[in-house]
């Protein structure tokens, strides 16, 4: 049997008597995801006397709701960020809230503005299950339109460029993003308007449109640990900061992108999972990336993969004529015609990553 870090959390909490007896600090639990280890973390160092242990729900656990209810019980402070079936037998994260005392909500931290062109892929013969590419799930809309459309990756690559990105409303999804984040935040209480400037005056502050920077964490964790009353005192988390995200994928901010918000980007896309013991990880250039995503989509029948923002894309003639124009003509001197697509491609109203 192949326990993951979940299962082993669940096993090592249970064997745990020190959690069956008052201490000196807090103990607290973090149900979460991928984020689960920067807000973890976080927690520890805003509270070095507390127990701070972490759930991570990223696999599915050998354990069903009944036994993880058990087990958070024993924490005096539960932050839980609510998941759906299929990580825990028997259900999903509402009956074992039912069983929990004031267990503290949380939200997952999302924000596209950095990565317009950022999307999921899903096999429609899969249940709509998300496929991997060559940096796990993260894939290009402009690629993938490519791919789908029939043209070459070199003509993919001509799509990767100002006047595109321009005209199908890249540089356009900033305040929707900033608006979705902030309406999540409030929907469990938190006001992330402060953090929000404070992150942006760093540049960047996300590997991927789900994945945020160590200190991005900390203002997170700060901000729950003040709603549920837990003992903090303030520290420079830039002196003990470790980022556990990094290790996974990087999608890069295009350079075009980045010189319109001000900061440094590139077309260098980073594979997940490497060992400091053994390597230093995985790296694509841009023609690198399109092609190996070609690769992973010829895997599949025709018509088999689907994204919804694509898919829209390829059923109006107007858009879909456009981007294969500019697939394979220079941009130049098109400007009215950019115009007139421009109004009905823009993804100034999109928050989500498609």
Known sequence: MSLNLLDRRIIASLRDKSLRRPGSGPRIAVVANCQS??????????????????????????FGVKTMARTLKLYDYVFFQPFGPGYVRGGSAEPILQ?????????????????????????????????????????SALA??????????????????????EAVGYFD??????QALLQDGQRFSLDFREDLLRWSRR??????????????????????????????????????????????????????????YGIQGSYVFKGAHFSFGTGLGE?????????????????????QLANDRVQGWLDDAEISGFLR?????????????????????GLAAEAGVG
Not at 107 to 119: A, C, E, K, R, Y
Not at 221 to 247: E, I, S, T
Not at 337 to 345: C, H, P, S, T
Request: hydrophobic share 45%; charged share 20%; with cysteine.
């Open 283 to 303: 790296f694509w250039n841009l023609r690198e990336f399109v092609t190996d995503c070609y690769r992973t989509y010829a895997k599949y029948q025709p018509e």
């Open 37 to 62: 280890f920067g807000i973890a973390y976080a927690m520890k160092l805003l509270n070095v006397d507390a127990t701070v242990h972490r759930f991570p729900v990223v696999l599915k656990s050998w």
């Open 144 to 165: 993938f339109f490519a791919y789908r459309a029939g043209l070459p990756v070199e003509a993919a690559l001509r799509l990767f460029n100002r006047e595109v990105f």
């Open 99 to 139: 069983q929990l005392k004031d267990p503290i909500l949380l939200p997952t931290l999302i924000f596209t503005g950095f990565h317009p062109d950022q999307i999921y892929v899903h096999d429609q013969r899969q249940g709509y299950a998300t496929i991997n590419g060559p940096i796990g799930p993260y894939h």
């Open 203 to 260: 540049g960047c502050f996300m590997y991927t449109s789900i994945h945020p920077k160590p200190f991005v964490f900390f203002d997170f964790a700060r901000q729950l640990m003040q709603k549920a009353g837990v003992p903090l005192k303030a520290v420079n988390f830039d002196d003990y900061a470790v980022d556990d995200l990094v290790r996974g994928a990087v999608y890069p901010v295009y350079p075009e992108i980045a010189e319109f």
């Open 325 to 345: 124009d500019a697939a394979g003509a220079e941009m130049r001197g098109r400007s009215n015609r950019d115009a007139g697509v421009r109004g009905r491609i």
């Open 173 to 178: 999804v900033w305040n929707g993003a900033t």
